[in-house]
Nanobody
């Protein structure tokens, strides 16, 4: 019954904004975050937030444009994506983990729970 349900993806123009949401059920997690994967490329870390102190982490490519936030009462995280660029086009996956002492947050293998992914397409 542990699962992540994502929403908010879509087709937008360059410079526009989207807000992705990810609702977790079945348990709470120490951290939740977002990865993206474009065709022919490896899945890459985007952003994450810790539950206890709401500390956030970002990939260099999205700093200043994307903001990750969490609602602990609803066990939900959001990714506010502003100033979208065509190179942001990818499937965005929500991820969750209970252990912060393993692999770094940017490493996909350290995240055991994943959502189904939501497509974000940015046209020029």
């Amino acid at each position: 019954q542990v699962q992540l349900v994502e929403s908010g993806g879509g087709l937008v123009q360059a410079g526009d904004s989207l807000r992705l949401s990810c609702a977790a059920s079945g348990r709470t997690f120490s951290a939740m975050g977002w990865f993206c994967q474009a065709p022919g490329k490896e899945r890459e870390f985007v952003a994450a937030i810790r539950r206890t102190d709401r500390r956030t982490y970002y990939a260099d490519s999205v700093k200043g444009r994307f903001t990750v936030s969490g609602d602990n009462a609803k066990n939900t995280v959001h990714l506010q994506m502003n100033g979208l660029k065509p190179e942001d086009t990818a499937v965005y996956y929500c991820a969750a983990r209970t252990n912060l002492l393993g692999r770094p947050l940017s490493h996909m293998m350290g995240w055991p729970v994943w959502g189904q992914g939501t497509q974000v397409t940015v046209s020029s």
